[in-house]
Each structure stands twice: as C-alpha cells, then as structure tokens.
C-alpha cells in the first residue's frame, strides 16, 4: 500500500492528508524523507561548478522540502493528540534528526562551499535578502561546530544527540504528571465554586472517566479552582501537585534530566569557545549578552516586588481576618487577591466570564486582522487531526494567503500552554508556497451544546497565540530559512504580545463581548471596570515571571549547577523572592527552557519584547486611532511581513523611528508608581 505521507498530497491547499495516515507511516516516511535530503545534499557537494548562491545556497534551502512536510505533520500531532505510538516515533525520531543536522554541519565539503560565497559576498550580486541569507547560514554553520576538527567534532555530536534524546525525555515526562493526577470533589466543593468552574470540573471528570467532577493540573481548570475555592486544604493539595510536575519520584521525575541538560549545554558552549552557554545562546538575540537582559530584568524586579510585597501585607491582613492563620501561602494569594478585585473594581469573573466566549473572541481577533490588514476569514473544511480542531480560509482582495488551523479545547492528549506552529511556512523560492498556520489552546471545553467560555487572561492568550499567527500568514519573503517567526527570539514576541492591546480596545469588546443567553453587549459600566482592572496584580505576575527568567540565565551563565533545585533556590533567596510567590515555571516542569533549547537561555524575551510591543502600541495611541490605516501599513511591512530578512533592531526602527526604553513597560504593567 502506498504511503500517504511519501504521495503527492491532493488535499485541499496542500494540508497534510490527517485523513489518511495512520502512525505506523511516519517511520518510513521519516526515513524516506531523510535519505531524499541526504542525496540532495550529496548533488550540491558533488556540484562540479563553482559554488553559487544559486547551487549551493538556494539548493540547501530546497534540499529538505519533504522533510520538512512529514515532520510538520508529525509534530502537530505529537504536541496536540499525542499517544503512546507517537510518543515511541517522538523517541526515536529525536537521535536520528540530530545525527542528520550534525551530518550537514560536519559536511566540510559543504561548508567550504559556503564559506567560498561568504568570502566572496561583496561581488556576488545579492539582493539585501540574500545578502542576509547567505549570513545567517554560514553563522548557522559556524555555531553547529562546522569549524571544528577531531575530538571536539565529535563529541559535539553527542552532546546534540543526548540533548535531543533528555529534551523529549522531559516534555513527555512532564505531559505523563500532568494527565495522572485528578482530584475528586464533594457535592459540598462543588457548589462552592462558580457555575463555570462546576461546568468545567464536571466536563474534566467526565473526559477523565471519573465517575463524578474533578480538578486536573489543566491550567484552564485549576487556576480558576484556585482562584475561587473557599477551601483551603483543597487549594494547597491541587497547588502542590500542580508545582510538583517532574518532581515526583520514579520514571517521570525531571530533576536528574534538568542536571544532565544543563551541564551538556554548559559544554557545548566550551567545545565552540564561549564562556558559558548564555553568552553562546544571546550572541545573536538582541540583547547580545548575558548582562543586557539582567539589566532590563531587574529595572522591573525592584518596582515589581516592592509592589507584590506591599500586596502580600494586604492579602495576609485579608486572610486572618478570614480566621485562617499562619503566614500568607502560594495557594492563597489567588483567592483573596480575587475578593480584593471584587472590592477594589467591583469586578466579579464569574459574572464577567459570559460577555467572553470564545467565538466571539475568535471573531473578535479576525476583525481586528481586517481592519488593520484587510484580511478576511471564511471557515472551510479539510483532513484534521482531531474533531476538535477547526479551519479557515484567510484571504485578501479575494487572493489565498494562508490556511488558519484552530485547536483550542484542553485535553488529556495534548500537553500544556499555548503555541502558534506553521506545518508548513510561506516562501517563493519553490513556488508561491502559501502557510498552514496552527493556534493551539488549552481552554476547558464546555459540555455539549454550551458556549465555551473565557476568562479575560484567556481572552488575552488567545489574540497573543493569533498574533504569532499573522506573523507567519502575513510573511511576504522568497527563502523559507527566514520566512514568518524565524527570526531572533527577543524579537518573535513582538507581533504576539502587541496583538493583544487590541483586545483592550473600547471598540473591539463593545462589539464582540457578548452575553452567552441573552446576545446583549457587556454593559458599559462593566466594561469600564474590566479595563480599569487590566493590570490589577501585575506585580504578582510580572514577579512570577521575572523569577523564572532570572533562574533561566543564571543556570546557564555560570559553571552548570550539579543540582539545579538547589541552585534554584539559592537564587530565589538572592533576589529576594516573596514567600507567597512562586516562580511561574519551577524547573521540572520549564518546558520553555528544557524542552528544547528554543527558550533556553531566552525566558526574557517575552519582557524584551514586552519593551517594544508597548511601545509600539503607543504610536497608535499617538495616531489617535487604534485602527490607523498608515501606521497598520508600517507595521506589516517592517515587522509583519520581513520575517527575518533584516536585523530585527533596523526593522523596528524602520517602523518606529527609534528603539524604546522601560518606560512604556512599567506604566503598561501599572509599576511606573513603584519604580
């Protein structure tokens, strides 16, 4: 029988054919794939001719198209309905891909080619483009060890293969904890809690096969649980367990994992000649040192936790009025910070949770993207991986941009958070390839025939995950390598969390924040308290943040710490860390940092970003329209639509006029008056 995933795919726009694969197909076809690579590699060394870009660049950006379709496929489906099978392939795929990418680096004949077109760049004839290809794939090289000889050859290739091997150990690791743990509630529990969190519960416990309601470690169901149970004893057994993921004993502990990765960073960095594994990793982000990002960290730290401890005297005052004794706890901060918002705002979420369903905020974030870009979005159909997920059509003037794939329901299958992937990018260079861009969630999903409903931090993950989405759908570049999010990772949160001011706008809620029964709009006064409230706590979550972000570079900028728990906390002791918070993600369950090296090294990216998104938003806050057409235009031509095809600083000057300091920051965190 022919394999699906090796035949030409019919499908509508090229989507992968879900329809007809089944996971005993992937093995071959990653095998396939590989050795079609490795001969397309082989013709460009073989090439007789004087290397080219043509020959030589342009053919290594085309060698691994399949490749890159099958895993594409692949991966889509491992993150968001993994199984046992598709965990075995992610196993045995991790060694094997990192002894390919280790081939293409120690490929001298290769590299020569492409340090022949380096030396020779300025007679070349590039384009600007290509000019900045030509760098990021020599530089490419040069960080893969393609300059080293012998032992130290060697032995990096190890070290990338057994960080590949303990990078899927531990997110697998970690998706086993969390889908294992429930805990039941009472009648008496349950009707503690809100309607929706009951609803949610109930939902969990049936999709759990549990006989009755219960709490998971799904971030959609136990923060509000934590956020809302009067019981205290409940609160502190879920946030225990919830802290505990990878920390449990037996073979889904991460502790030794996080050690091992550690120290195989630490020597990767020495094996290519840099002092540490931060100064490795940063070289080419825009913060460029270890010690630009604790500046920018710490310029917040100070104003974030005089604030947060301020806060903490409140709460505890709260809670032993409340006759709960003893000193203020992580597990109680969320619930009587709740009841001060309800006096401090008037702002009660149960009551605002039905003016937030999720279509209309799905609307909401399409509407915005037609405003400000023109792009309308019509749902169509096609081979999907689960019944949950969902498509569209993204179209301008009536030109195919992008398919949009939608999978926003939690489940025990998928593992935690949110991302945007594209299972295949834009580029031109084979033919004007257009993306599949995928959002994916993790939102309790209703029971059937109910709305599904958001909080306003889910509202709010939702617009970030799509603008990461227009990043890759509005890329406008001929070469894949640089083609939507590809670019440094200081920069690739800047669309993300610049899309959610759009949330905040007026406009936009009074529209498409709609009551789930009666249709009518949230009323104004609510409104005005929502937004009024937008950055209540932020010195809670601006704290837990930068605490995990601090251990990130610190774990990674010295000698690698035998026992990282250990370290863990001796930094937090060092910086000042206030009792009643905890870092956002403790490290056996840093999936950001020790999952793969993406974030590693780069947890503060999304606060360097933070910098630019606020005061990018500024502009048109200056414009005096959210929807400024000329200023929409800027964005997407210097930000949206260059991917990675130009230094990120000139692309955001190019939009800005200049780069940004602080200050935007804080006062959009509401600390400008702790600074």
């Known amino acids: 029988m022919t394999n699906p995933l090796l035949s030409d795919w019919t499908t509508p726009y090229g989507l992968p054919p879900f329809d007809a694969i089944k996971d005993a197909d992937f093995a071959p076809a990653v095998d396939a794939a590989l050795d079609e690579a490795r001969a397309n590699i082989a013709a460009i060394t073989a090439n007789p001719d004087a290397p080219t870009f043509a020959n030589t660049i342009e053919a290594l950006e085309l060698a691994e198209g399949r490749l890159g379709d099958i895993l594409g496929a692949f991966y889509a489906l491992a993150g968001a309905d993994s199984t046992d099978a598709r965990e075995a392939l992610q196993r045995d795929f991790a060694p094997k891909l990192s002894a390919y990418g280790s081939e293409i680096t120690a490929n001298k004949p290769l590299f020569d080619r492409v340090e022949a077109l380096w030396t020779d760049r300025d007679t070349l004839g590039l384009t600007p483009e290509q000019d900045r290809v030509l760098m990021l794939t020599r530089r490419g090289f040069v960080r893969s060890g393609a300059q080293l000889e012998g032992y130290a050859a060697d032995r990096l290739k190890e070290v990338k293969s057994r960080l590949s091997v303990l990078g899927t150990q531990f997110s697998q690791n970690l998706l086993a904890d969390e889908r294992s743990w429930t805990m039941p509630l009472s009648d008496a529990d349950l009707a503690a809690l809100p309607d929706f969190v009951q609803a949610n519960a109930r939902a969990a416990g049936q999709e759990k096969g549990a006989g009755g309601p219960v709490v998971t470690l799904s971030r959609s169901l136990i923060v509000p649980f934590l956020q809302f149970s009067p019981?205290?004893?409940?609160?502190?057994?879920?946030y225990e367990a919830w802290v505990a993921r990878g920390a449990n004993g037996g073979e889904t502990d991460n502790r030794d994992i996080a050690a091992e990765i550690l120290a195989l960073r630490g020597?990767?960095?020495?094996?290519?000649?840099?002092?540490?594994f931060a100064d490795y990793k940063l070289e080419t982000e825009m913060a460029g040192n270890p010690g630009a990002v604790r500046d920018l960290l710490m310029q917040v730290w100070e104003p974030a936790v005089t604030k947060a401890k301020a806060d903490a005297d409140r709460l505890q005052a709260m809670m032993h009025n409340d006759n709960q004794s003893g000193p203020l706890e992580p597990w109680d901060w969320r619930y009587y910070s709740d009841i001060r918002r309800k006096a401090e705002h008037d702002l009660d979420e149960a009551a605002l949770k039905p003016y937030l369903q999720l279509d209309r905020m799905i609307e909401a974030a399409f509407a915005c993207a037609t405003c400000l870009f023109g792009l309308e979005f019509a749902p169509t159909t096609g081979p999907l991986y689960h019944p949950d997920v969902r498509m569209w059509d993204v179209t301008r003037k009536g030109?195919?941009?992008?398919?949009?794939v939608g999978d926003y329901f939690a489940r025990s299958s998928k593992r935690s958070g949110a991302w945007c992937s594209a299972m295949r990018s834009q580029q031109r260079l084979?033919?004007?390839?257009?993306p599949?861009?995928?959002?994916?969630?993790?939102f309790a999903k209703p029971a059937a025939g109910k709305p599904a409903l958001l909080s306003y931090e889910d509202a709010r993950t939702l617009f970030h995950e799509f603008g990461h989405a227009l990043h890759q759908m509005l890329s406008d570049v001929t070469y894949e390598s640089i083609s939507g999010t590809s670019v440094a990772r200081d920069f690739v949160e800047l669309p993300s969390q610049l899309y959610e001011h759009w949330l905040e706008v007026p406009e936009v809620l009074s529209e498409f924040a709609t009551h789930a029964e009666t249709g009518e709009p949230m009323p104004k006064d609510l409104l005005d308290r929502m937004l009024g409230a937008a950055t209540y706590d932020m010195a809670f979550s601006t704290v837990e943040y930068i605490a995990s972000a601090l251990v990130d570079l610190e774990f990674h900028e010295g000698e690698p710490p035998a026992d990282p728990m250990q370290k863990q906390a001796e930094i937090l002791e060092g910086i000042g860390m206030p009792h009643a918070i905890r870092m956002r993600h403790a490290t056996t369950h840093f999936a950001h940092v020790f999952s793969g090296d993406g974030y590693s090294s780069g947890y503060y990216s999304y606060?360097?970003?933070?910098?630019?998104?606020?005061?990018?938003?500024?502009?048109?806050g200056e414009a005096g329209n959210p929807f400024d057409p000329e200023l929409a235009a800027r964005l997407e031509k210097n930000i949206l639509s260059a991917g990675g095809s130009k230094d990120p600083a000139e692309l955001y000057t190019a939009f800005r006029g200049r780069m940004p300091g602080v200050e935007a920051l804080l006062k959009g965190r509401g600390l400008a008056d702790a600074a």
């Open 399 to 404: 030109e195919h941009l992008a398919l949009f």
């Open 436 to 442: 599949i861009v995928v959002n994916v969630c993790n």
């Open 231 to 238: 019981n205290r004893d409940l609160r502190r057994r879920a």
């Open 267 to 276: 020597e990767r960095a020495m094996l290519l000649g840099y002092d540490s």
């Open 607 to 620: 606060m360097w970003s933070e910098v630019m998104d606020a005061d990018a938003f500024a502009a048109f």
């Open 430 to 434: 084979a033919g004007d390839i257009r």
